[in-house]
């Protein structure tokens, strides 16, 4: 009896893997720019927050509620939240989309790859830019939502990064891809992905840095460089 045909998935980060620059305090500032300007008088406490976290003082999922509220108060409703994120994506993609990242993509979509975003950004802008990458699925950080719809700045479980996005990426092939055998390529510019890598078949690590191709040759995945089109 032949065994069926797997499906073939392609999974990508978004920092530094599909987009060249870190979207999460671009998009705060960005955001606080054309909402309230005023609370960019609050960027010497938003630095100190990113000071914090890099410190390991406190954790994202502590971080990232506070920047929110800091820079977009304390509720963001639906029709601004959707606003926001349409233009944000009108303006990264495909202006910040690296030629290796848009070469892969477009050579999974031709394999016949189902593609899949999975980022620790939140999902509010992160599923904007990927329906602007034409992205069949979008995985990223959950927020409350308010009975209307209102988005709020705490995170909804915890933070998509790690372990927990492997979880969440092991939940979206099995309410997507269905039981049968899968095929899966992963993309990612960092070693915190280490459980998404162990997922898949294919193991891209994304970068130039010595110290990603040192973890590269020890993991055994293949050090590819997005800045570059092949």
């Avoid at 671009?26 to 720019?33: D, H, K, N, Q």
């Amino acid at each position: 009896m032949t065994s069926p045909t797997p499906v073939h998935i392609a999974i990508y980060d978004l920092d530094r893997t599909v987009l060249r620059k870190p979207t999460f305090t671009l998009f705060l500032l960005w955001a606080a720019a054309r909402v309230a300007p005023w609370r960019l008088l609050a960027l010497p406490v938003l630095l100190l927050l990113l000071a914090g976290a890099g410190l390991k003082l406190f954790g994202r999922d502590r971080f990232k509620p506070a920047a929110i509220r800091l820079m977009l108060g304390r509720r963001i409703s639906t029709a601004r939240a959707s606003d926001l994120a349409q233009r944000f994506a009108a303006w990264r993609v495909p202006a910040d989309v690296p030629p290796g990242a848009a070469a892969a993509i477009a050579r999974d979509r031709a394999e016949g790859y189902r593609l899949l975003l999975a980022t620790a950004a939140p999902e509010f802008y992160a599923e904007a830019i990927g329906a602007a990458l034409g992205f069949d699925g979008v995985v990223a950080t959950r927020h409350l939502r308010e009975a209307d719809g209102a988005w709020l700045p705490a995170i909804d479980g915890t933070n998509c990064y790690g372990a927990e996005k492997a979880r969440r990426i092991e939940q979206w092939l099995a309410e997507h891809a269905g039981p049968g055998r899968r095929r899966l390529r992963f993309y990612s510019d960092h070693a915190s992905d280490a459980p998404s890598f162990a997922l898949a078949e294919e193991r891209y690590a994304v970068g130039r840095s010595r110290k990603l191709a040192r973890q590269a040759r020890e993991q055994g995945w293949t050090l590819v460089d997005f800045s570059r089109p092949a």
